[in-house]
């Protein structure tokens, strides 16, 4: 459980720096679980030069076990007696002299696996007697603040993009006992904000500089698994008195995940001829055209409610803190925020915030 986690987050990191550089300054979300569980599935059926390269992009470190572990994370997270709403699925649709379903009844099921969040994943053109495997991933998430924000406190304030200046926004408001770090050094702020259950966003703000270089990008620069493992872990967040200021939002992102994954080295399973997929077919003629990834969250004063949808042509939080003090986090920048499922260390969602 733990080396799939690790696979993973380290997953979610580089995709994340892929997005970045190709969109330095604008909003991101993905699901990076959902995008990871999907390919593994094409993964299974993956051999030779194809098959080294997923593992090398998907970072995973043995192919022995893949698919069992991601069977028993997705009932971890899955469990019937969690709090929230989450639920991952995929299907395969594979080619039978080129008959796929109709378009519209592949967006059917997308849409609900993700409670109508997600429309249209599947776009006019996608789908052609060309196709030779699709691959649909559904990933649908809402949970609630174990701590909810009071409707009444919300207020419009400002908020300062780095790219279009102050732009105004309807600013949650609470205090509260929250895990909370700061790190000096890189003048970091992290928070944790709780749902109810086993599952956390964790916000991550940099400090504002009137100078100097952009500190989200510098922030970004020191994303990787063993910086958000040593930030975020138990022994190194307390619990303290917080004043919470946190825009409520909501984003829509589509992404066409082709030129990402090249650039973390998976190329051959794009390219018809080059793909070896045998392990599927039999043969060499399957490859994937398209990957697709659209997600949707929506942040409020109750909690947050996400999707995410990919087509692929016994920690207790009883913190002490040793030095008390009341903390100000104003989310009235951009940040970065992740949901992480607690008991696996799992991402499930990235994303960062950077203009209303």
């Not at 249209?120 to 060309?130: A, E, I, Q, R, Y």
């Not at 259950?197 to 270089?213: C, D, H, V």
């Not at 994937?288 to 920690?315: I, P, Q, Y």
Request: neutral net charge; charged residues 25%; hydrophobic residues 40%.
């Amino acid at each position: 459980m733990a080396a799939i986690s690790n696979s993973n987050t380290d997953f979610a990191c580089k995709l994340f720096h892929t997005l970045s550089h190709a969109d330095p300054s604008g909003n991101i979300f993905v699901s990076p679980l959902s995008i990871s569980s999907a390919l593994a599935m094409v993964y299974l059926g993956a051999k030779g030069d194809t098959a080294t390269q997923m593992a090398k992009a998907l970072s995973f470190s043995s192919r022995s076990g893949v698919h069992a572990d991601f069977e028993t994370l997705n009932a971890d997270i899955n469990s019937p007696s969690a709090s929230y709403i989450l639920k991952l699925a995929n299907r395969l649709y594979g080619e039978n002299t080129a008959n796929f379903l109709p378009k519209k009844e592949i967006n059917t099921w997308v849409e609900q696996q993700t409670e109508n969040k997600i429309k249209d994943l599947l776009k006019p053109g996608t789908v052609s007697t060309m196709t030779r495997l699709v691959l649909v991933n559904a990933i649908y998430f809402k949970g609630n603040w174990m701590d909810p924000f009071d409707p009444a406190d919300t207020k419009e304030m400002s908020f300062e993009t780095y790219k279009d200046g102050k732009k105004r926004v309807q600013m949650m408001y609470q205090i509260g006992e929250f895990p909370y770090k700061y790190i000096p050094e890189i003048g970091l702020q992290i928070l944790e904000l709780p749902y109810v259950g086993e599952l956390s966003m964790f916000i991550l703000l940099p400090e504002k500089t009137e100078n100097g270089p952009d500190p989200l990008l510098m922030l970004e620069k020191k994303l990787t698994r063993a910086n958000l493992e040593e930030w975020t872990k138990r022994g190194n967040m307390y619990n303290h008195k917080v004043h919470v200021h946190l825009p409520k939002f909501k984003l829509e992102k589509n992404y066409k995940l082709n030129d990402p994954l090249a650039k973390l080295g998976m190329t051959y399973v794009f390219w018809s001829g080059k793909a070896d997929l045998s392990g599927m077919k039999g043969d060499k003629t399957l490859f994937l055209s398209t990957v697709a990834h659209k997600a949707f969250v929506e942040v409020n004063e109750v909690g947050t409610e996400a999707a995410a949808a990919t087509e692929e042509s016994d920690d207790d939080m009883g913190f002490i803190d040793p030095i008390p003090q009341v903390a100000h986090f104003t989310a009235d920048h951009p940040f970065l925020f992740f949901i992480r499922h607690d008991k696996t260390k799992s991402i499930l969602f990235l994303g960062r915030f950077s203009s209303p």
